[in-house]
C-alpha cells in the first residue's frame, strides 16, 4: 500500500509562489502517471496536472502555463510548482496515484491565495 504525503502549502498573496511535494512511502519509478487534484470549498474536486513516467505532462487550462509539474524518482516524490497565484487558486490539493490497479490518495495540503 502506498502513503502518499503531500506538503509545502501555505498562505501566499496574489502573484507569489509556492512548490507544493508529494512524497510516496516506496519507489515511483514504476508508477506510469502522477497526478494532482485541487478541491476549493464547496466545489467538486479537480484534475490539475499530470505526470508519466516518460516524462510527458499535462495540466487543466487555468493553469498552464503557470504550473509545473514534475517528479523525482531518485526522492520518490513529485512536485508542483506554482507561480503567479490567483485567489481561484485556493483550495486543498492532493496527490494521486494509481498502481497495482489500485488508487491511492494523500491527505492533502492547503493553498490560500489572498487577494
Known amino acids: 500500500q502506498v502513503q502518499l504525503v503531500e506538503s509545502g502549502g501555505g498562505l501566499v498573496q496574489a502573484g507569489g509562489s509556492l512548490r507544493l511535494s508529494c512524497a510516496a512511502s516506496e519507489s515511483i519509478s514504476s508508477i506510469n502517471s502522477m497526478t494532482w487534484y485541487r478541491q476549493a470549498p464547496g466545489k467538486q474536486r479537480e484534475w490539475v496536472a499530470r505526470i508519466f513516467s516518460a516524462g510527458i505532462t499535462t495540466y487543466t487550462n487555468s493553469v498552464r502555463g503557470r504550473f509545473t509539474i514534475s517528479r523525482d524518482n531518485a526522492k520518490n516524490t513529485m512536485y508542483l510548482q506554482m507561480n503567479s497565484l490567483k485567489p481561484e487558486d485556493t483550495a486543498v490539493y492532493f496527490c494521486?496515484?494509481?498502481?497495482?490497479?489500485?488508487?491511492?490518495w494523500g491527505q492533502g495540503t492547503q493553498v490560500t491565495v489572498s487577494s
Open positions: 494521486q496515484v494509481v498502481t497495482n490497479f489500485q488508487n491511492y
